[in-house]
């Protein structure tokens, strides 16, 4: 006797036959299988998730620049980033930028940033984290000393005064004006002082003026 089975993707069928072909006996099951979320539910076999395609991200601007404004973090969009990779005919984004940066004072910082991608097709797509170079410049001041300020020889100087402008919204330049030693009557310009050192996130510009010592 030989026995024949005939597997179907939802019916198993067996004939058993005598050495003259004549059908001994025969039988068949039927079953319900279904394939969801990558497994099929009779073998428990499971569908290997394809490697998700690598994009390369970069900035338009090559580094991100900004002038002190008192604020902490970036303020990054999706135009700022160019995307290469995506294959013809999908709709791939950049729908959500994170970065570890919360730095606020003029200086050059590295920080990284994560992405996370939205369109009909971003599940085929991964965008690996990338460095941020970042440049905090120093928020351009105009000190201008009052005119006519000085002093009678042999007395002590009173504290020079001065007007500014281009300070951001709620802050105040620290330290002191100064001006050139000597005691003797005449007129001494007015210099920086402590102006620069005690304010590190100004660049700070002093209009030309003089203090003068009188008999």
């Not at 791939?92 to 369109?119: C, H, K, Q, R």
């Not at 990338?130 to 005119?147: A, D, G, Q, Y």
């Not at 310009?189 to 620069?196: A, F």
Request: charged fraction near 20%; glycine fraction near 10%.
């Amino acid at each position: 006797t030989t026995l024949g089975i005939e597997f179907g993707s939802t019916r198993i069928k067996a004939v058993l036959i005598d050495e003259k072909h004549a059908t001994v006996s025969s039988g068949d099951y039927t079953w319900k299988s279904s394939f969801e979320n990558g497994v099929c539910t009779v073998c428990g076999a499971q569908e290997e998730p394809a490697a998700k395609i690598p994009l390369t991200l970069s900035l338009v601007a090559g580094s991100i620049e900004k002038t002190y404004d008192g604020t902490s973090g970036l303020d990054l969009g999706a135009d700022d980033f160019a995307i290469e990779g995506i294959e013809s005919g999908d709709e791939v984004y950049i729908a959500v930028i994170n970065t570890d940066f919360n730095e606020s004072n003029a200086g050059n910082y590295l920080a990284s940033a994560s992405f996370e991608l939205g369109g009909a097709d971003a599940a085929k797509y991964e965008a690996k984290p990338m460095e941020l170079n970042i440049v905090i410049h120093k928020c351009p001041v105009t000190v201008t000393p009052r005119s006519g300020q000085s002093k009678v020889y042999g007395e002590s100087d009173p504290s020079i005064r001065a007007t500014y402008r281009g300070t951001v919204s709620g802050e105040t330049l620290s330290g002191r004006l100064s001006r050139e030693s000597g005691e003797s009557v005449g007129r001494y310009r007015i210099t920086m002082g402590t102006l620069e050192s005690s304010n590190p996130n100004y660049a700070i510009t002093l209009a030309s003026e003089t203090f003068e010592i009188t008999p």
